[in-house]
């Protein structure tokens, strides 16, 4: 569904029975909020793997959303693409801190802007 506009307003989360085996989730470019996510994560028993929100107005709120909202569905996420989101230096420290998101071996994002940050991702 990327780079598809789409009106988040209409999509019914908890009504997509084939997002249950859902592993790669791709979002970008298609205004994905912060509160989109939690909805998402709130109603979908997903098995997300991977998940793209690159070009998406989520910001440190959507990275929050990941790190503090653990769902079943969170706790597989082994990749994170979210370039271009609007987090600063706060969110990807939020990333890499995370105790909701054990399985996280990749986040790709707007880090070298923040040294510090993006050293604490690499280990």
Do not use: C
């Amino acid at each position: 569904i990327a780079k598809n506009p789409i009106d988040w307003s209409r999509v019914g989360f908890a009504y997509l029975p084939a997002a249950l085996e859902l592993e790669e989730l791709d979002v970008a470019e298609t205004g994905f909020t912060s509160d989109r996510l939690k909805t998402m994560l709130d109603h979908g028993k997903f098995s997300l793997r991977t998940l793209r929100m690159n070009g998406n107005p989520l910001g440190d709120a959507g990275l929050r959303v990941l790190v503090e909202y653990s769902r079943p569905g969170t706790r597989r996420i082994s990749r994170v693409y979210a370039y271009d989101i609007g987090a600063t230096a706060d969110g990807i420290r939020a990333i890499a801190g995370s105790r909701y998101l054990p399985s996280l071996v990749e986040f790709h994002g707007d880090t070298r802007r923040f040294p510090a940050e993006h050293e604490a991702l690499q280990q």
